[in-house]
């Protein structure tokens, strides 16, 4: 008998960059640019207007999968922007994402506030079934926290940077 276990994990912050509004926005809705960028080290594939991330392995107590996701970008207005999941049929899991960009303007500056929403159903072959369940469930959700906030560093990090880089190099 197969076992599966539902983890979810959220992170938040934010960052204020020495900008204005309008540069901002005009990159944010460059995503072709941004969401390779923003997501390296991670493999990132354009495929019918969705971006397909290649995440880090997840792993514990003995058991690896190596999750995909599909992320759509949408601009609900020129201050917020929000990246959803696209389901993908993979044997194994099932991953789900729900993230966001609010741009506050404030002087001289804006701050951007994030948040990322990272879940997955995981199908566990059976010997794990044998574990006690809390254990096992300490252990994955463990993985998923660290794997989606190592990603949520790495994207806003990334993100600064390359924004930071294209407008000092178009001044």
């Given at each position: 008998m197969s076992t599966s276990l539902s983890l979810k994990d959220s992170q938040r912050g934010d960052v204020r960059l020495q900008t204005d509004l309008p540069?901002?926005?005009?990159?944010l809705r460059k995503p072709d640019h941004w969401i390779?960028?923003?997501?390296r080290p991670l493999k990132v594939e354009v495929a019918a207007g969705a971006y397909r991330?290649?995440?880090p392995e997840l792993g514990a107590l003995g058991f690896r999968v190596a999750p995909r996701m599909a992320l759509?970008?949408?601009e609900e207005d020129e201050r917020l922007y929000r990246l959803y999941s696209v389901?993908?049929?993979e044997p194994g899991y099932e991953a789900d994402f729900a993230g966001l960009f609010r741009l506050d303007p404030a002087a001289d500056s804006v701050v951007v506030f994030w948040e990322a929403n990272f879940g997955i159903r995981?199908?566990?072959p059976g010997f794990l079934g044998m574990l006690p369940q809390p254990v096992v469930q300490s252990a994955a959700q463990a993985a998923v926290s660290t794997m989606n906030a190592g990603i949520?560093?790495?994207l806003v990090g990334n993100l600064c940077r390359d924004y930071r880089a294209?407008?000092?190099g178009s001044r």
């Open positions: 540069p901002l926005v005009s990159y390779p960028v923003g997501f991330l290649q995440l759509r970008v949408v389901p993908l049929p995981i199908a566990l949520c560093q790495s294209r407008m000092t």
